[in-house]
């Protein structure tokens, strides 16, 4: 037994140091700022470094096995995380009116987090032998997979994840090689069915979300209050902020969600636009990491794979920051590997630990 | 399986879409650090503000209103503390309960409870505080100590109400204050540059001004600067920490020439009958004895009044809010004859030898009218002196018969008929000094030559108030020369009003004056009844206000079984003499007779004046 799991280090440990330290220095950072955020709760920032010291072993741990093994269990894991939404949607934890927490005991898991993965992963498996361009037949069938997917999370509803969980799927389908004309065609049938989509599928508090974005003063204590509170919370930070746990929006309660989604705000407000360059600076550096990455995998699943969870970083990061800042609307978004949490904060490392994976793991090119 | 030549151009293919995406992003990122940076740096310090803003409140602190005195600093109208309850609406979410929970160990009173029903909802809405009960026992106080931890909304503070040592006094003089509100409150906070927004209220009734007589007039200097509090709040609205404080000014406190003494003596002698006194120091025009009677209670007004008592304020038939001593027009009647003779004798058409065959009646040559006096067969062969003193009116008939009418206005103008002749007063009326074209323009009538020899004894439309009386009293006084009046010196003291008379000098002045002491002393004189109660000279001269014109004693019997046709009572009077200190006037309406009725009211008030000197 115990050789066994020895010999899985046979040929050494499979570790790519940029990504590992720079990620540990960002959730080292995350939980200087979390203490902040939550006003010097020691009680959560103790939890959330558990959550961190657990998700950098369990980044490690996933990085090990080689590509193959997440290519011939892709479906296998795909199938067991659209169960665990499938369940939460029936007996999951209810909390502010959404289902979107399976009760564990010691945890409770938030399904849509683990679908996230597992569903580029998949679908990275599933196109990466399809020749170029890919063919409308598997394109229909990778959409109504992903708009399947993407249906049982919006109806938790998490809004959010549903929407991260839909342009990871459409980014392994554009880096798989999807047929320039199907993009021009659906996009233009996107275009006209928007007002369809305004009317039938958002809440009500979802289309008011989106219409404060656009004049947020129009009530600024009502369903702007947290877009005018953010903006001035980082705006009054200037250029070196106002000192760590000196924010005032942030101490005072003026900002919500500080711990979750407001939380680039409080360091912006604490640390002026200088800690925002510091941060975002890390942020870039494992983006184009992942960018260097992906261009050098070994082969054609890895990059897919590679590009799809980098994007899905990419795109939640930029999320955030474009909701705090007021540039989109508020949908509950993570800032990864700064923002509380337990399954969003872990499937990062998660994400991340694949992406070392199928970096790492190189096999001899025939030339 | 895809062959090599199409692995190399997938990966090529991968390569670009990538790349693409991250620049697209790359963009996109763009945008959102230009926003960062515009909110960071080039709007850094609007968000700076927001920020302090939003995290610091603003609250006004209410100065005290100044302290009014008498002319002896004894204090008139003082801040009284009393130990109130007191909530705040805006915290209190089943006001029933709460009010029924404390009745119970606090008794409340009915027009408390119905003021806080009609206020609660306003009160929150601005998050002012209520008052369910001002001055606490020292038991209800204890009562309420034991069981404050069941009511967190509810507290015990120190509040003030305004105060008038003598409410019903100086109803009209010093006036009341009253809830200020709504726009007004605007505008005179904005005086001060700050908005009405909460307040840390030193008053039980919050926002207060002067609404009238002195505390209005004086109501700027009264009032004093709020002052604020700055507090540092959470999102909440809790106050955390004071940050800033600039405390409150209170108002200057106003020293008037209102002497209590006088003013007592004035109140008892008029016994509520419907009139008014003014008294002056002759010295300086400060008005030392104001009344208007009846009166009321001026801190009733300024501490809440049922809708019951309001109303039985306003509708009694005495009309004690008027006030008489500066709004009331009542004809001088022949109080007028000393101004007459002496626009005689300025104008020489008399002269103190002059004499005239008085009949009892004049008779006027254009149209054979007949002008009646008071005595039945007349005063005979009467002079300036003996008129005055017997207060012959065809003496005074035949003198304006001979005056031009534009010229005997001016003259009355300058003894402050027609005009107002008070510094600091609250709304004071101008009385009428009726000219020809106001005739026109008004009656649709020309000026007959009757109105004139009318005026003459101080009838028809020529009106004016108890304070132009007392003014016109001041000037006879005063030989020609009174300084304006006011109830505050240390502003108006020193406007001087000179009459130049140029044909009437020094020796006339005391003439007129012994003729008016002769009102009382002279054996003949009208006001002869006055004689015992004083022991000093006093010049005089009474008036009796015709209100229904009647031609026989008989008539004016049946006529006065009415009691608002019965003449007013009137009378100006000055002294001590020769050296004269004060001057008065008296007007009690319907009163019969200016020399025994309006006379010993005036007396009063003088002996007041010149005892406590």
């Known amino acids: 037994m115990i050789r066994k799991f020895l010999n899985l280090f046979r040929n050494g440990v499979y570790f790519d140091q940029y990504l590992f330290i720079s990620i540990t220095l960002l959730s080292l950072m995350g939980l200087v700022f979390l ?9 959560t920032t103790i939890k959330q470094s558990f959550f961190v010291l657990f ?118 389908l554009f880096l798989a090689g999807l047929s320039w004309r199907f993009i021009g065609v659906s996009a233009g049938l996107f275009t006209l069915s928007l007002p369809y989509i305004w009317n039938n599928f958002l809440e009500p508090f979802q289309k008011q979300r989106i219409l404060t974005l656009f004049d947020p003063n129009s009530d600024p204590y009502g ?18 902020g106002k000192g760590y746990q000196q924010g005032s929006q942030a101490h005072l309660d003026f900002l919500p969600e500080t711990e979750t989604d407001f939380i680039f705000s409080v360091i912006a407000e604490e640390f002026g636009f200088f800690g925002v360059c510091v941060l975002l600076g890390i942020f870039f550096f494992i983006l184009l990491r992942c960018l260097y990455l992906a261009l050098n995998a070994r082969d054609r699943f890895c990059r897919l794979t590679i590009g799809g969870l980098s994007l899905l970083f990419l795109s939640t990061v930029f999320i955030n920051l474009s909701m705090v800042v007021g540039i ?15 399954s969003s904060l872990l499937s990062f490392y998660i994400a991340f630990g694949i992406i070392i994976s199928m970096a790492t793991h190189k096999k001899l090119m025939r030339r | ?69 008498d002319r002896n600093g004894k204090i008139l109208v003082n801040n009284e503390p009393s130990y109130n309850l007191i909530f705040k609406p805006s915290q209190v979410t089943n006001l029933d309960e709460l009010i029924n929970e404390i009745n119970i160990f606090i008794p409340l009173n009915e027009k408390d409870i119905s003021l806080i029903n009609k206020n609660f909802k306003k009160a929150a809405s601005l998050n002012r505080e209520l008052t369910l009960k001002q001055n606490l026992s020292q038991e209800e106080i204890s009562k309420f100590e034991v069981r404050r931890h069941k009511y967190e909304n509810v507290f015990i503070a120190e509040r ?27 505008q005179k906070l904005s005086n001060q540059s700050i908005k009405p927004k909460e307040t840390i209220f030193n008053y039980s009734s919050g926002f207060i001004e002067g609404k009238t007589g002195i505390e209005s007039i004086y109501d700027d200097n009264l009032r004093g600067k709020f002052g604020k509090r700055i507090y540092e709040v959470d999102a909440s609205g809790k106050l955390l920490n004071l940050l800033n404080e600039i405390p409150p000014v209170n108002g200057d406190d106003i020293k008037t020439s209102l002497d209590i003494e006088s003013q007592k003596a004035a109140y008892e002698a008029i016994q509520s009958r419907r009139g008014a006194i003014v008294a002056v120091d002759l010295s300086s025009g400060a008005i030392v004895t104001y009344l208007s009677s009846p009166s009321f209670s001026t801190n009733q007004m300024a501490n809440g009044l049922s809708n019951e008592e309001f109303q039985a304020l306003i509708t009694n038939e005495n009309k004690p809010f008027f006030d ?218 009474s008036g009796t206000v015709e209100l229904v014109s009647t031609d026989t004693k008989e008539d004016y019997k049946i006529i006065r079984e009415t009691e608002g046709n019965r003449d007013h009572a009137i009378i100006i009077a000055f002294g001590p003499m020769p050296n004269p200190k004060y001057a008065v006037s008296v007007v009690i309406e319907n009163g019969e007779s200016g020399g025994s009725v309006a006379g010993p009211v005036a007396i009063a008030v003088m002996n007041a004046l010149i005892e406590n000197d």
């Open chain 1, 35 to 43: 203490f902040s955020a939550s006003q010097g709760n020691i009680e």
């Open chain 1, 223 to 240: 369903s702007g209050w947290n877009i005018t509170q953010s903006k001035i919370a980082i705006g009054s930070g200037g250029f070196t």
């Open chain 1, 328 to 342: 989109i609307p508020v949908v509950g978004m993570p800032l990864p590997f700064i923002s509380k949490g337990g």
């Open chain 2, 324 to 541: 008489r001593a500066v709004q009331g027009r009542y004809s001088p009647a022949s109080t007028i004859k000393p101004a007459i003779g002496l626009f005689g004798l300025e104008n020489k058409i008399i002269d103190w030898d002059y004499t005239i065959d008085d009949p009892g009646f004049f008779v006027l040559p254009e149209d054979n009218r007949i002008y009646r006096g008071w005595k039945k067969g007349g005063h005979g062969n009467i002079n300036l002196n003996d008129a005055i003193i017997e207060s012959s009116n065809t003496f005074f008939f035949s003198l304006a018969y001979q005056s031009d009418i534009d010229n005997l206005r001016d003259h009355l103008f300058k003894f402050g008929f027609g005009r107002n002749i008070c510094a600091d007063c609250f709304l004071p009326d101008t009385g009428l000094l009726p000219s020809p074209e106001w005739k026109m323009n008004t009656h649709n009538f020309g000026w007959f030559k009757g109105d004139t020899v009318n005026m003459g004894v101080g009838q028809g439309y020529l009106s004016a108030t108890p304070i132009q009386l007392a003014y016109y009293a001041a000037m006879l006084a005063n030989k020609g020369k009174v300084n304006k009046f006011s109830f505050v010196q240390d502003f108006y003291g020193s406007e001087k009003d000179i009459f130049n008379l140029e044909n009437v000098d020094e020796v006339d002045w005391n003439k007129l004056h012994s003729s008016m002491i002769g009102v009382i002393d002279n054996p003949k004189g009208t006001a002869g009844r006055l004689r015992a109660l004083k022991d000093y000279k006093i010049a005089a001269k």
């Open chain 2, 1 to 69: 399986m895809i062959d090599l030549q199409e692995r190399f151009s997938e990966r090529k293919n991968f390569f670009n879409r990538l790349v693409l995406v991250y620049i697209l992003f790359g963009i996109l990122f763009g945008f959102v650090i230009y926003n960062t940076y515009s909110l960071q740096v080039s709007s850094f310090s609007d968000y700076e503000i927001a920020a302090l803003k939003n995290k610091s409140r603003e609250i006004l602190v209410q100065p005290k209103r100044g302290i009014i005195y």
């Open chain 1, 55 to 172: 998700g950098l072993i369990l980044m490690f741990a996933v990085s090990q096995p080689d590509p193959d093994f997440y290519k011939n269990n892709s479906l296998l894991f795909f199938l067991i995380s659209v169960l665990l939404v499938v369940i939460t949607l029936l007996t999951g934890k209810e909390i502010n009116g959404a289902k979107r927490w399976l009760d564990l005991g010691f945890f409770t898991l938030q399904t849509s987090e683990i679908i996230k993965i597992t569903l580029p992963v998949f679908l990275a498996s599933y196109l990466f032998d399809k020749s170029l361009p890919i063919s409308f037949k598997n394109t229909i069938v990778s959409l109504i997979l992903i708009f399947f997917i993407v249906n049982l999370v919006r109806i938790q509803p998490d809004l959010g994840t549903s929407l991260v969980i839909l342009i990871a799927g459409l980014y392994i």
């Open chain 2, 160 to 186: 003030f109400s305004r105060k008038n040592v003598y409410p019903d006094l100086f109803s009209h003089s010093i006036g009341y204050v009253g809830i200020l509100e709504g726009d007004a409150l605007e």
